[in-house]
């Protein structure tokens, strides 16, 4: 007959205040093979856990169950506690009478009834518990980031920094990603290049980075300390190791109509481009869809003036594989598209500009050189208005439900810039509400109001249409309740931002979470923000949620510390509960290992002796260190067969059970 | 009908000589025409008693389902409907596709002897069945009967006359004109409440004998040890708590077969109490397509049903099927 022990924790007033602990402790003292029970007011403080190992010791407990907080919270606390205590930890069950029970309810009796069955059924699963012994697995000593902008960057320094190799893996020819783009950057206003050139700069000379530029990760296997990737290094059409980066292929390219991305479009690029003067690494590439070489088998110019004849239009795809102990997600963000706003005129003006787009304009580096002018024709601009919140905060369903977060300091640092600069154009910006909390943000936005008189006004833009020459925008002014009508030259809209379209794909080969939005979840949105609920996936960036750039620094390098901290282990402790598969009842019909999201179950036609008829029949075999526990194949599986260490279907009846008793 | 009876045993002797094929499967005679019985022919026994008429109506994948060990080579005859499971079982793995050899028979629908005797038929001797109508000789003189008023119910719900999978196709079949449409029967239910709707399967569901008739010819219950059958699995060899337990079998086996259940009829064929099972199957496959967008199970081997299939489409695309475990 199992001992068990039951530990009801009062959380403070968490639960205490919603359920009356002593009867729980009185009600589950009725249950069979319950030989202690007792509550606390902190079971997880250090007084807590001596009363739990104490009664271990005392009354030789086979199983406890703690009655707290989520597992999620302290499950691993109390195991290591039992564990101190001589008992397996495995054998420990946590009835979570706090998120499940007192939080969400307000009744004293109802919340007690409910926390009296959460038990029970935490005390009949127990009785089937079986210890378990955690196995041992190796780590790859390098890791991989998805991603090369100011995320992905940061991440891999730090981690290189600590001594660990690292890859960075970039779709684009270039490092550098949406901050390369930008101009100014807030509070601060320094020039955003100035700080992030740099960086890339030692990310291609760190002797532990290697950077994997117009690749993409195609696939992933593995588990944590264990992956496996497989990357295409998309064809350059160019000699990386041979282009001095001199740019004479550029001039001479007769192609010369291509978007240049860099720019978001304002302007053209050759077929043969580097993306900017700062790229890294400062090689050129060839667009295969606009170079007539490759289309058409005619020109072949730029191999003629390459003096270093790094042209090669022969090229192939190259297919890399690499191990790796953990991977970083940091895809990041793009501006949404406007095709659903078209109210603010974007399709129909060329003076109606995204933010982004504006960057570039004012940018010394951009199209104009810096100057800021109406892209129609090149003109001065004398009064440029701002809309805020387009496409976010949405609940039309055109655009995000979410916050940008961004917008609001870089609409206040673009007007102050352009303020600063050209003191005889007016600017008006229209919100919904100024979010300008951190750390000198809201002195920031304070100054474009009271220092460089920028015209803020709370209301929304209904309508944006072209009348002699200029731009109208039809409004409401919400403080002094009335319609407006606003003439301007140029509108700037701040496009809401949304995860990179590759995020989708990189969590699905990740097998990482990511939310409706198709932001990577976190592990927990507290206490485990950088790490995915997936082993040795970590997340650092926007794509988690939308950041400003000091926000991805700072979680770039948790990020990193993270993954510093797994790298530095010299083995893992795996987890014991696995999926198993009983061959005798197994019908191998593959059901399984279709749900699997881990690829960890496999077939094989095995000798089966299924008393007395020996036969050979196909089965499924579980790899214990790719399974992660989800269980989604023991509910797929019809005959049973498939059965999870821990959380077994019996047990998990037993719980079903328990609660249904009346 | 006849016809096509003497082409099949011709080419099925011709597939047993020339060693195509160690086994047929197929149908033997018994004392009265409507009473045949599905049964293996071998080299050695030859076709004697071999028999395809109106009343082959039973789906013969399901006997594949045991031969999966077997070195032997087997010929079965499948109707259109039948080769969904077929499918189906290749998918699941359940056949060893290499030892099979389909004949493909086209169909005009199969008899229900019970329909034929509730219109005061009896002592029949013969079936013609070549036309919309049928003539039946008896002890007692000829008659001829409105074929589709006698026509198995799975029959007049007609999945058509392809046949989704198979080796040769013996015979023209037509889709068998359908008396109802397929979801009839389950918006029937569906627009009842849920205390007409539990009265109605709890007086359905009492009429079970619990004989298994239904588990055993169903071509998605294949697993080797159904969960009825194991100790283990909490839900056999236990008394039952309320009066209404022992109809779990039937929602639980409801439950095992969703997104595999090609909707081939045989449960309501069989069931000695007349049950209509097939409205359990019928609700779930119906909730699928409303879920999931149309899906017909056994459309063709190795597809993925709804519920175990991921895209990068879904809500949370974490689950996508280029995994190494396959």
């Known amino acids: 007959m199992l001992k068990i022990g039951v530990f009801v924790c009062w959380c403070g007033s968490n639960i205490a205040a919603t359920v009356d602990v002593k009867q729980v402790v009185e009600a589950v003292k009725l249950q069979q093979g319950v030989v202690f029970a007792t509550d606390y007011q902190y079971m997880c403080s250090e007084a807590g856990q001596l009363i739990m190992r104490n009664a271990i010791e005392e009354y030789k407990l086979d199983g406890v169950v703690i009655c707290s907080c989520s597992p999620r919270m302290h499950e691993a606390t109390f195991r290591k506690n039992a564990e101190r205590a001589g008992l397996n930890p495995f054998m420990v069950e946590i009835a979570n009478i706090r998120e499940h029970c007192s939080w969400i309810h307000k009744d004293v009796e109802e919340g007690t009834i ?48 600590a001594g660990f190799q690292v890859d960075i893996v970039e779709k684009s020819p270039t490092i550098g990603g949406n901050m390369a783009k930008l101009d100014k950057t807030f509070p601060t206003l320094d020039c955003s290049a100035c700080i992030l050139t740099p960086k890339m700069v030692d990310a291609a000379a760190n002797p532990n980075i290697e950077l994997l530029t117009y690749s993409e990760v195609e696939k992933v296997s593995g588990f944590v300390g264990n992956f496996k990737a497989t990357i295409r290094k998309k064809a350059r059409y160019i000699n990386t190791d041979l282009c001095t980066g001199c740019g004479d292929c550029m001039s001479k390219c007769p192609s010369k109509k291509g978007k240049n991305e860099f720019n978001c479009g304002l302007n053209n690029r050759p077929a043969i481009y580097i993306p900017f003067a700062q790229a890294i690494p400062n090689v050129a590439v060839i667009d295969p869809v606009q170079c007539i070489k490759i289309t058409k088998d005619k020109c ?35 501006p949404i598209k406007l095709d659903k706003f078209d109210e603010y005129g974007y399709s129909q003006s060329k003076d109606v500009i995204t933010s982004l787009e504006l960057e570039r304009l004012m940018n010394a580096a951009g199209p104009t050189g810096g100057k800021l002018v109406k892209p129609s024709d090149g003109s001065h601009p004398h009064t440029i208005t701002f809309i805020q919140c387009v496409g976010s905060r949405d609940i039309s369903g055109r655009g995000k439900c979410y916050c940008s977060k961004i917008c609001c300091m870089y609409t206040a640092k673009h007007a102050m810039l352009i303020r600063d600069k050209y003191p005889d154009v007016n600017v008006n910006v229209f919100y919904i509400d100024v979010r300008t909390p951190g750390k000198n943000y809201d002195e920031f936005y304070r100054r474009a109001v009271e220092e460089y008189n920028v015209n803020y006004i709370k209301g929304q833009v209904g309508k944006v249409y072209e009348s002699d020459g200029h731009l109208v925008l039809q409004a409401s002014d919400l403080l ?3 319609q407006i009508l606003v003439n301007s030259d140029m509108v700037v809209l701040a496009t809401a931002i949304e995860a990179d379209e590759s995020a989708k794909k990189v969590a699905s080969m990740l097998t990482a ?38 926000e991805t620094v700072s979680q770039a390098s948790a990020c990193a510390a993270k993954v510093i901290g797994l790298l530095s282990k010299a083995k893992l402790v795996t987890n014991p509960c696995v999926a198993h598969s009983d061959e005798l009842l197994c019908n191998g019909c593959s059901n399984c290992a279709n749900v699997c999201p881990y690829g960890a179950i496999g077939y094989e036609t095995k000798l089966i002796n299924d008393h007395g008829i020996r036969e050979n029949r196909r089965v499924a075999v579980v790899n214990p260190a790719l399974c992660q526990g989800c ?31 009346k | 009908m006849q016809g096509l009876e003497l082409k099949l045993k011709e080419r099925l002797q011709k597939l047993l000589d020339d060693g195509t094929v160690d086994c047929v499967i197929g149908w033997t005679k018994g004392e009265f025409i409507y009473d045949v019985t599905p049964a293996i022919f071998t080299k050695e026994s030859g076709l ?136 009839d029967g389950v918006k029937k239910l569906e627009a009842m409440t849920a205390e007409e709707r539990f009265a109605f399967w709890k007086s359905e569901l009492s009429k079970c004998i619990r004989c298994n008739a239904c588990r055993n010819i169903c071509p998605a219950c294949t697993c080797r040890t159904c969960v009825f059958d194991n100790a283990r699995s909490n839900v056999a060899a236990k008394a039952n708590a309320t009066e209404f337990e022992e109809k779990m079998f039937h929602i639980i086996r409801a439950f095992h077969v969703a997104g595999r259940c090609t909707d081939c009829g045989e449960c309501s064929r069989v069931c000695p109490q007349s049950i209509p099972l097939h409205l359990l199957n019928r609700k779930f496959i119906k909730d699928i397509n409303e879920f999931y967008g149309d899906y017909q199970a056994g459309e063709e081997s190795n597809q993925r049903n709804p519920l175990v299939n991921f895209t990068e489409s879904d809500i949370e695309a974490t689950v996508i099927s280029d995994k190494e475990g396959k």
Not at chain 1, 127 to 148: D, F, H, Q, W, Y
Not at chain 2, 82 to 87: F, G, H, K, L, Q
């Open chain 1, 114 to 161: 409910k926390a009296i069955a959460l038990a029970n059924a935490a005390i009949a699963k127990v009785k089937l518990n079986a210890p378990l012994i955690s196995g041992e697995s190796g780590v790859t000593k390098r890791a991989l980031v998805i991603g090369g902008g100011i995320a992905g960057i940061q991440t891999a320094l730090d981690i290189a920094e």
């Open chain 1, 300 to 334: 072949g110019l730029c191999q003629t003036v390459c003096s270093a004849k790094a042209i090669d239009y022969k090229q192939q795809d190259e297919i890399i594989e690499r191990e790796y102990g953990a991977i970083v997600a940091a895809t990041g963000y793009k």
């Open chain 1, 480 to 482: 002094n309740n009335e």
């Open chain 1, 513 to 550: 979470s990511i939310d409706t939005n198709n932001f990577l979840t976190e592990a927990h949105a507290k206490l485990r923000p950088v790490e995915s609920p997936t082993a040795g996936i970590f997340l650092s960036g926007v794509c988690q949620g939308p950041k400003d750039i000091p």
């Open chain 1, 631 to 661: 269980g989604a194949c023991t509910v797929a599986c019809p005959s049973g067969a498939m059965d999870l260490f821990g959380f077994s279907n019996s047990q998990i009846m037993a719980e079903v059970e328990a609660i249904c008793k």
């Open chain 2, 48 to 183: 004697d008693g071999f028999v395809y008429n109106s009343f082959c109506g039973a789906n013969l994948s399901k006997y594949l389902v045991s031969q999966i060990t077997s070195d032997k080579k087997f010929a079965v005859i499948l109707k259109p409907c039948d080769t969904y499971s077929m499918n189906q079982l290749i998918t699941e793995h359940r056949v060893n596709r290499e030892n099979i050899y389909i004949i493909g028979v086209g169909c005009s629908g199969h008899i229900d002897i019970d329909k034929v005797k509730a219109q005061g038929v009896s002592g029949i001797t013969n079936v013609i069945d070549n036309d919309n109508n049928i003539i039946i000789n008896s002890i007692y003189g000829d008659s001829k009967i409105e074929k589709a008023s006698v026509l198995l119910s799975k029959c007049q719900s007609c999945k058509g006359s392809e046949l989704k999978i198979s080796d040769e196709i013996i015979g023209e079949g037509i889709k068998t004109p359908t008396c109802d449409e397929r979801f």
